[in-house]
């Protein structure tokens, strides 16, 4: 595709449901990155992917989010029983292999209710 | 842990050209400057790397000092339509993942 697609843009959930947000990165981008931006904050690194593994997971809050890529293409950000806190912008962004020119989707707001 | 410093905010006039600095007084041999904009509602919009030559862009130039520690982004004749937060970040050759600051609020007024 032309650019990084997320789906939904928005989703409004109910505390402790579970949700999945999902990102398309650009074709042939290896790297693949999730951040969050809560209202009015700056943007907060969840989890890294180098094609389909994760050497880097250290910005994930809880144990409640979890994140899958496959292969080099679509990767799922789920956060488990969700919590007022959780409601944020969820970026997700891909670049070529070490090339860190990163192309950031619009978003999905979350919002739990 | 912020490695670069921004004035919180600036207003430029539409039409005259926006000159954003940042300082980075602790930069190391191997980091790039990057520049990236979040206009209101949207992701975060790539703009101008550099390392230690100065860059152009269609979108921007960015200047560099010689000695590092410092580098502004230019934007030749803003238009309304560059209001945005623009954030100034450091990346080492290989690294990946990027740590936004607060950035500088821009302004381009009418």
């Known amino acids: 595709g032309a650019g990084v697609s997320q789906s939904p843009s928005n989703k409004v959930t109910e505390k402790g449901k579970d949700v999945e947000l999902r990102c398309d990165p650009i074709?042939?981008?290896?790297?693949l990155y999730w951040y969050r931006q809560r209202l009015g904050q700056g943007l907060e690194f969840l989890i890294y992917?180098?094609?389909?593994?994760?050497?880097?997971k250290s910005g994930l809050p809880s144990d409640r989010f979890s994140a899958e890529r496959t292969g080099e293409s679509v990767s799922t950000l789920t956060i488990q029983r969700t919590q007022q806190e959780d409601s944020a912008v969820y970026l997700c962004?891909?670049?070529?292999?070490?090339?860190?020119?990163?192309?950031f989707g619009q978003g999905t707001r979350l919002t739990v209710v | 842990d912020a490695k670069t410093t921004q004035p919180p905010s600036m207003d430029c006039a539409e039409g005259r050209a926006a000159n954003l600095p940042c300082n980075h007084s602790?930069?190391?041999?191997?980091?790039?400057v990057y520049w990236y904009r979040q206009i209101h509602s949207q992701g975060p919009q790539y703009i101008i790397h550099g390392l230690k030559n100065n860059e152009t862009n269609e979108m921007a130039s960015l200047i560099i000092t010689e000695d590092r520690k410092s580098s502004t982004l230019i934007l030749p004749h803003a238009t309304l339509r560059d209001t945005a937060v623009y954030y100034c970040?450091?990346?080492?050759?290989?690294?990946?993942?990027?740590?936004f600051g607060k950035g500088t609020k821009l302004s381009v007024i009418p």
């Open positions: 992917f180098q094609g389909n593994s994760a050497p880097d």
């Open positions: 074709s042939g981008h290896t790297a």
């Open positions: 962004a891909s670049s070529s292999y070490m090339n860190t020119e990163a192309f």
């Open positions: 970040i450091l990346i080492g050759a290989g690294s990946y993942q990027l740590t």
């Open positions: 602790t930069i190391s041999g191997n980091e790039y």
